[in-house]
């Protein structure tokens, strides 16, 4: 079994920053594929980064240049670093962890198994 924990969200201004973290415990491996999803108000879940075990990542078109995801595998904590943040981006940011060694890190939130409770990020205008 994983746990995940995020933290990092808040409350930030139109062009602010925050840097979400997700600590994983339990029977965790370094090298599963991690990624982040979110749910904005009124719509389904999406991907909004992944990040696979050999370190390769993909980005939704939505947050390309803006966010980047990254983990310390010794610290086994996953981190989305979230730029220039846009009301848009108002939602509830979720971490979770595959347990299928996937070559490629999919988007698609079926593809993963491991969540974690989420945390809010609201952006004002």
């Known amino acids: 079994q994983v746990q995940l924990v995020e933290s990092g969200g808040g409350s930030v201004q139109a062009g602010g920053s925050l840097r979400l973290s997700c600590a994983a415990s339990g029977n965790t491996d370094s090298g599963s594929v991690m990624g982040w999803f979110r749910r904005l108000p009124g719509q389904e879940r999406e991907g909004v980064a992944a990040i696979a075990g050999d370190g390769r990542t993909n980005y939704a078109d939505s947050v390309k240049g803006r966010f980047t995801i990254s983990r310390d595998t010794a610290k086994k904590t ?48």
């Open 78 to 125: 996953l981190y989305l670093q979230m730029n220039s943040l846009k009301p848009e981006d108002t939602g509830m940011y979720y971490c979770a962890a595959a347990n299928v060694p996937y070559i490629l890190a999919p988007l698609s939130p079926s593809a993963y198994y491991y969540w974690g409770q989420g945390t809010q990020v609201t952006v004002s205008s």
